[in-house]
């Protein structure tokens, strides 16, 4: 790769946030973020073969990707996006021009949020690796945790869980028109920063991103807020044309395949009507999918009933055993 | 890799910085950066076999030098560091306490500068990828910018020159213990900070770290800054078990070879009595290797005098045909 002509051909020409003290072209960008507000860093790796293939995407769809898993994360913690940092490292097989595109499939989606590219390296190796830094801006008493679920909170999910999963199976059983709906899911996940956005006004809100299905964020609610979680089967939201599929491949795409993208919560019972409404005004999808139980537990758990049995939901979604117990 | 118990194992106790609002442990890191300060980040890609090899660094080596190199690109900012991020694509030849070591081997570094680790990510992959992300703070008006470069000003740079490039040459050639000093600056390189920090007083100075030679080092500043500087061979500081080298090679190690993480730069004739002091009061190295030239060119060029004889210098140090013109 020619590092001198691949960030000319990155480099933007002007920078979207005032912000921005000095972008690329240094050695290291300055930023000055706006008096009063907290700065939230999340950052990804995705590796070829390990977290997508250009096998069935495009260039522009990895680059689309990788942005957005790390915009949802600074969804998931209630901030608005502002800069990114990209780091490549690359195979000689794959071209500057390839390289570009790949950019480009970021910027589409760094446009649309109106974030600034302020750095980033590229270097030579075996394979496709890419770590996407983000960064978002967030009002001090509007960071939405993990650790702020509360006993008798509303559990609710955005959007219907398993898309992505069901869209790479379908990738792999070859091209079908009529699936590119779920194909897109999985090719270009929508981070709900739309969700952030309309909720403003919820004093308190906890919040995980479905990157690694929702076993494993609820259990995470659960141990930063040291609470317990029920949630119900049958209100998982689920597309209509997964329905039908064989009753454990849905519930391995429901509970635990992950990178839906899509943001999981808590809220009190007197916001869940506001955010509700605050959903529906602005076509967002969200339903409630149980409670957090309303004592504080010495060993915090997730529970799933189904067909009036519960059961324990752990990290990978196994649930093991019968446990009526709270 | 085991993904929980690697977090576990490499995250803070305590935050050092209390501008650090939420470290490891949620979506994302968020941050409060001190009020009137602005925030440098600094970004740096290191694949093994390319940037670093384990057959002659330790796990620990590997983590420092990372670092370090990301250090150095703070200090040519003039920032003070404060946070890390670490990502890491590692195959699974490589465990999770191998991993655990390069992490001290940063966190050595990382204590000596009172900074923060406050996120990251680790995934698999075929081949050992490692971005480190470093945030510094500096005052509005300290930030040392390759731009500031000003007609009639001294340049300098600090510590010698090839250093890093014969310790690897040395190093291929075996181990010698007589040789530790060169191999040492190599796999464990000081940023430059302290320089920082005792020049805060001046008021301009345009600086760059040495990462690629002072060849593409000192182009960057002439075409970021519009002025032309001229350097003299004899005056460029070269370790005196250096000096004997064949003068081909020298010449390579210490204009082109680069990665010796001092600083090159340049500050006014007035100023430069007290670089001087305060470097010499704080054990630093600093040595006058040359001048801006009087007018500001269009054509913004480096030329070195060796033997009477001026010629241009390139980007990559590779000196053609004689240029007596300016």
Not at 211 to 233: F, K
Request: proline residues 3%; aromatic residues 8%; glycine residues 8%.
């Amino acid at each position: 790769m020619d590092e001198f002509s691949f960030i000319r051909a990155i480099q933007p020409k002007y920078y979207k946030h005032s912000s921005v003290i000095k972008g690329i072209g240094d050695d290291g960008a300055v930023i000055q973020p706006s008096s009063g507000t907290q700065l939230v860093i999340a950052t990804d790796t995705m590796v070829e073969n390990v977290h997508f293939s250009l096998e069935y995407m495009t260039f522009e769809d990895v680059g689309f990707r990788v942005l957005a898993a790390n915009l949802s994360d600074l969804a998931a913690m209630g901030s608005q996006p502002v800069y990114y940092l990209v780091n490549v490292s690359s195979p000689h097989s794959i071209s500057n021009d390839e390289l570009i595109r790949m950019m480009n499939g970021m910027k589409e989606l760094a446009d649309h949020y109106h974030m600034d590219l302020i750095g980033g390296d590229t270097t030579s190796g075996q394979e496709l690796v890419i770590t996407v830094t983000v960064f978002g801006e967030v009002q001090p008493n509007k960071k939405r945790l993990r650790s702020t679920a509360q006993p008798n909170d509303i559990v609710f999910v955005t959007g219907y869980l398993g898309e992505s999963g069901y869209g790479y199976q379908l990738i792999q059983d070859g091209y079908d028109e009529s699936n590119r709906y779920f194909h897109q899911r999985h090719k270009r996940p929508e981070p709900r920063i739309d969700f952030v956005e309309v909720n403003q006004s919820i004093q308190r809100l906890c919040l995980n991103d479905v990157s690694d299905g929702i076993s494993s964020e609820l259990n995470e609610i659960v141990q930063a807020s040291g609470v317990s979680i029920l949630i119900n089967w049958d209100r998982l939201p689920i597309h209509p044309s997964m329905i039908e599929l064989e009753h454990k491949r849905l519930e391995k795409l429901v509970l635990s395949t992950g990178e839906d993208f899509e943001l999981v919560g808590t809220c009190s019972r007197s916001d869940w009507e506001h955010v509700q409404t605050n959903c529906k005004n602005n076509g967002i999808n969200v339903t409630k999918i149980g409670e957090v139980l309303a004592y504080k537990h010495q060993k915090p758990t997730v529970y799933i009933e189904k067909n009036h049995v519960k059961k324990r939901l752990n990290q990978s979604g196994y649930q093991h055993g019968n446990d009526k117990g709270d």
